[in-house]
């Protein structure tokens, strides 16, 4: 016979041996399915090979058992020998006999090739025609045959023990049962109770956290979504296969059933979950984040065996269902997602880590987002290293709902598409009838989180999320849109230009924070006796919202002239250079460590930096250390610390990584290149020559705007907080919400400011005694013209 791995003849068969049947051979003396190219049968487990014998045998036993019974002088060995010579356990005895050789013939057929071989070829005719009927028919036979000789052999014991014949004893155990009932349900009564206790405490532990809204109840529409076009009109395909599953399935295709919506907070990923239940009409099951952590083991997975058993009723009774996970990674995640969670976070963020122990100006301001966020980034690994925590490791494992919950959760969300019900599963297939299949369950999966990257990779597999759309911050489009609508509900003196100038301004705003700071500036409104909301109103909202309030410190005087010294040089230096961002606040305001800063904001979106765009960002820092030694002698505070470090590790990061330097080596190639690596050799010098050299380009360019300088401090320290309309007024000589620039121009209140901070410099050089104070500042004149004329 061919081998039938290289084609040869086996050594030992039969050659010759007929073409075997098409499809899977059933032996009658196998029992079970082989396959014809195997050589040898697949060998039985140990159970399936000694359950009839052992079943055989204990009947034998039990019949024996009975004989010794009705006559105590009988031993074991006697009461077998006389069980023997009865008909019944002749019977038995027959059985036993009949399935031992069948086991052995079982243990040829698996050893010897040649011996299974044989009995293939002999059975071959009769597989074919047992092959004519339907094989879930022949399974149903088998099993029949099987329930009446376990019946007959039961039958046989309880004729042996009651001494009828085996038909009235098998009838009689009904009777018998029905005897016995009281105690048999004294007995289950008591372990019902036993039972119940901790059956009742984990139903009410697995209960709440879910909360189901029916089509009335939600009013939410597409319409109400301002500001997210892109996603909604990918949201609205999944619409339309949920109200129409056919137009995509007559097709081959599948009804999408799960979508991940990613993005900052407050970005619209609940409202858009609720306008999808809106626009269906399907009811919304709310899943809450906490519903699945809980005290004990077990009870997060039965909440989950509970929410899915409710929506699969809900899916049948309305043809479909939404279910919404808000805050996903709370329940979705493995641990152990630290930095992947953490750059999400941050994005378009202010950086929660601070760039120098020493109380300083916040020199993030002055920079873009994309530069924030890198060091951000950067300020973070050097924070776990400092830790001796390895970046991407948490210290705590296990997800946030508890062993098991996620396993539970992806085992529902695409698991096995079983049948389902007591009568489907049990009844029917003990009746040897085929269980139904399970209807198709409409449900649609919504999941919204803000740290996508701690979501188990098995959650986001095709299948289970099928789509994952990123919510981001709306569009200028879609930030004028959400604020019309919002100022639309109240009263307000605030024109299209302002609307347009305020989404301008405001590029990270969401229609969570856009709803918060109409609401805010309402506020302000009311609080000065108005019921109206102007432009300044929702500019002050703005103020406080992102930069938060003061503190309500104050400075000595020449502390404060230094500290608006020190951000009048950032602003006029990102004034001067930046050309693709604007100012959008400065303060000297105290906050906690931070004595001041100048904030911009975009005027267009950029992917990538070019290195002009470094240089600016570095000289941007630098104008803090240029302006305090060009203005006071050499001398610097400690406050520019922390610019000097930015500035430090942006030049490092984009000459090792970046290609920014004289050389085209790139070390971000092997490792991170990071505010903790020590640099030495020429890359030390490097650097230094790169900064001195961007720190000498600084210093002109606040030598050739000394007077904007002294101008731009002078008005922080008479107004505190400027916006960046004012800052521009004050530097051009004109005119502001809030500042009349033009008397920072005139020739005499320049000379009065020159003469202001040479008695501030003076004042500093007194180490040995208490330092004067400082005289008046100085009032320009237009400006207070300008205000005894509104006066009047």
């Known amino acids: 016979m061919p081998d039938p791995v290289d084609g040869t003849d086996v050594p030992g068969l039969p050659t010759g041996l007929p073409e075997p049947a098409v499809g899977p051979v059933v032996s009658p003396l196998h029992g079970r399915r082989d396959n014809p190219d195997e050589l040898t049968r697949k060998p039985l487990a140990f159970w399936d090979r000694i359950k009839l014998l052992l079943f055989f045998g204990i009947a034998f036993e039990l019949i024996a058992w009975a004989q010794a019974s009705n006559n105590p002088l009988l031993d074991v060995s006697a009461a077998e020998r006389a069980t023997a010579a009865t008909g019944f356990g002749q019977i038995l005895l027959v059985l036993i006999v009949l399935e031992a050789l069948r086991q052995i013939h079982f243990v040829l057929a698996e050893n010897v090739a040649a011996y299974h071989q044989l009995w293939v070829r002999a059975f071959a005719r009769t597989e074919r025609l047992s092959g004519r009927f339907n094989p879930w028919t022949r399974y149903r036979i088998a099993r029949v045959i099987k329930w009446v000789v376990g019946l007959a052999v039961i039958a046989m014991v309880l004729s042996a023990f009651s001494g009828l014949p085996p038909i009235m004893a098998l009838f009689k155990v009904p009777a018998w049962f029905i005897g016995q009932l009281p105690?048999?349900?004294?007995?289950?009564?008591?372990?019902?109770?036993?039972?119940?206790?901790?059956?009742?405490?984990?139903?009410?532990?697995?209960?709440?956290?879910?909360?189901?809204?029916?089509?009335?109840?939600?009013?939410?529409?597409f319409s109400d979504v301002w500001g997210q076009d892109h996603v909604l009109e990918r949201v609205r395909e999944n619409v339309v296969f949920l109200e129409n599953p056919e137009a995509i399935?007559?097709?081959?295709?599948?009804?999408?059933?799960?979508?991940?919506?990613?993005?900052?907070?407050?970005?619209?990923?609940?409202?858009?979950?609720?306008?999808?239940?809106?626009?269906?009409?399907?009811?919304?099951?709310?899943?809450?984040?906490?519903?699945?952590?809980?005290?004990?083991?077990?009870?997060?997975?039965?909440?989950?065996?509970?929410?899915?058993?409710?929506?699969?009723?809900?899916?049948?009774?309305?043809?479909?269902?939404?279910?919404?996970?808000?805050?996903?990674?709370?329940?979705?995640?493995?641990?152990?997602?630290?930095?992947?969670?953490?750059?999400?976070?941050?994005?378009?963020?202010?950086?929660?880590f601070e760039a120098s122990t020493l109380p300083?100006?916040?020199?993030?301001?002055?920079?873009?987002?994309?530069?924030?966020?890198?060091?951000?980034?950067?300020?973070?690994?050097?924070?776990?290293?400092?830790?001796?925590?390895?970046?991407?490791?948490?210290?705590?494992?296990?997800?946030?709902?508890?062993?098991?919950?996620?396993?539970?959760?992806?085992?529902?969300?695409?698991?096995?598409?079983?049948?389902?019900?007591?009568?489907?599963?049990?009844?029917?297939?003990?009746?040897?009838?085929?269980?139904?299949?399970?209807?198709?369950?409409?449900?649609?999966?919504?999941?919204?989180?803000?740290?996508?990257?701690?979501?188990?990779?098995?959650?986001?597999?095709?299948?289970?999320?099928?789509?994952?759309?990123?919510?981001?911050?709306?569009?200028?489009?879609?930030?004028?849109?959400?604020?019309?609508?919002?100022?639309?509900?109240?009263?307000?003196?605030?024109?299209?230009e302002q609307v347009e100038n305020l989404a301008t301004i405001w590029p990270n705003a969401t229609g969570a924070i856009i709803k918060d700071a109409v609401n805010e500036a309402l506020v302000i409104a009311i609080r000065d006796g108005r019921d109206t909301v102007t432009y300044r109103d929702l500019i002050k909202a703005k103020s406080m919202k992102d930069n938060g309030l003061p503190d309500g410190g104050q400075y000595v005087d020449r502390e404060r002239h230094s500290i608006a010294l020190h951000e009048a040089c950032h602003a006029v230096a990102m004034y001067r250079l930046q050309h693709s961002h604007v100012i959008d606040t400065a303060t000297i305001e105290r906050r906690g460590d931070?004595?001041?800063?100048?904030?911009?904001?975009?005027?267009?979106?950029?992917?990538?930096?070019?290195?002009?765009?470094v240089e600016i960002d570095v000289m941007t820092f630098l104008a803090s250390?240029?302006?305090?030694?060009?203005?006071?002698?050499?001398?610097?505070?400690?406050?520019?610390?922390?610019?000097?470090?930015?500035?430090?590790?942006?030049?490092?990061?984009?000459?090792?990584?970046?290609?920014?330097?004289?050389?085209?080596?790139?070390?971000?190639?092997?490792?991170?290149?990071?505010?903790?690596?020590?640099?030495?050799?020429?890359?030390?010098?490097?650097?230094?020559?790169?900064?001195r050299e961007l720190y000498d380009r600084t210093v002109e360019l606040l030598q050739e705007n000394r007077r904007e300088v002294l101008a731009v401090a002078h008005a922080l320290e008479a107004h505190k907080t400027l916006s960046g309309e004012d800052v521009v007024a004050v530097i051009e000589g004109g005119v502001g919400p809030l500042v009349d620039g033009r008397g920072y121009v005139e020739p005499a209140f320049v000379s009065a400011l020159e003469d202001y901070h040479r008695r501030a410099v003076e004042a500093h050089k007194v180490a040995h005694e208490r330092r004067p104070a400082l005289p008046s500042l100085p009032t320009p004149v237009a400006a207070a013209t300008r205000g005894a004329s509104e006066d009047s």
């Open 360 to 496: 300083a100006c916040n020199g993030e301001h002055y920079v873009s987002a994309t530069t924030q966020k890198l060091l951000a980034d950067l300020r973070f690994e050097e924070a776990q290293r400092q830790l001796f925590v390895p970046t991407g490791t948490n210290g705590g494992g296990g997800m946030g709902g508890g062993m098991g919950t996620l396993q539970a959760l992806l085992t529902e969300m695409s698991g096995l598409k079983k049948p389902r019900g007591f009568v489907n599963r049990v009844i029917r297939r003990t009746l040897g009838m085929r269980p139904k299949p399970p209807p198709k369950y409409r449900i649609l999966h919504i999941m919204a989180t803000n740290m996508p990257d701690s979501l188990d990779p098995a959650l986001l597999r095709p299948g289970r999320i099928d789509r994952i759309y990123r919510v981001g911050y709306p569009s200028k489009e879609g930030r004028i849109e959400t604020f019309r609508n919002y100022l639309d509900r109240i009263k307000h003196e605030v024109t299209s």
């Open 594 to 613: 931070v004595g001041g800063f100048v904030a911009p904001v975009p005027i267009e979106e950029q992917m990538f930096k070019w290195r002009t765009d």
């Open 183 to 221: 105690m048999i349900l004294q007995l289950v009564l008591y372990l019902f109770i036993a039972v119940a206790q901790f059956a009742m405490i984990f139903y009410f532990l697995s209960r709440g956290g879910v909360d189901v809204y029916f089509p009335d109840d939600v009013k939410t529409r």
């Open 625 to 691: 250390l240029a302006g305090e030694r060009l203005f006071y002698d050499g001398d610097n505070t400690s406050g520019v610390g922390g610019d000097m470090r930015q500035a430090t590790s942006l030049v490092t990061q984009h000459m090792l990584s970046a290609a920014m330097g004289d050389t085209l080596r790139s070390f971000g190639a092997f490792s991170n290149i990071t505010m903790g690596v020590p640099y030495e050799g020429q890359t030390a010098d490097a650097v230094e020559a790169k900064l």
């Open 249 to 352: 399935e007559e097709k081959g295709g599948y009804v999408p059933g799960g979508i991940l919506l990613w993005g900052p907070p407050g970005t619209g990923k609940t409202l858009l979950a609720e306008a999808v239940a809106g626009e269906t009409g399907k009811p919304y099951v709310f899943v809450d984040p906490g519903a699945f952590i809980n005290m004990f083991f077990g009870v997060g997975v039965l909440k989950v065996k509970s929410l899915y058993r409710k929506l699969r009723k809900l899916s049948l009774k309305y043809g479909g269902v939404i279910v919404f996970f808000d805050e996903a990674d709370t329940l979705g995640s493995r641990g152990g997602a630290v930095s992947q969670a953490r750059r999400v976070s941050l994005e378009g963020g202010v950086p929660s």
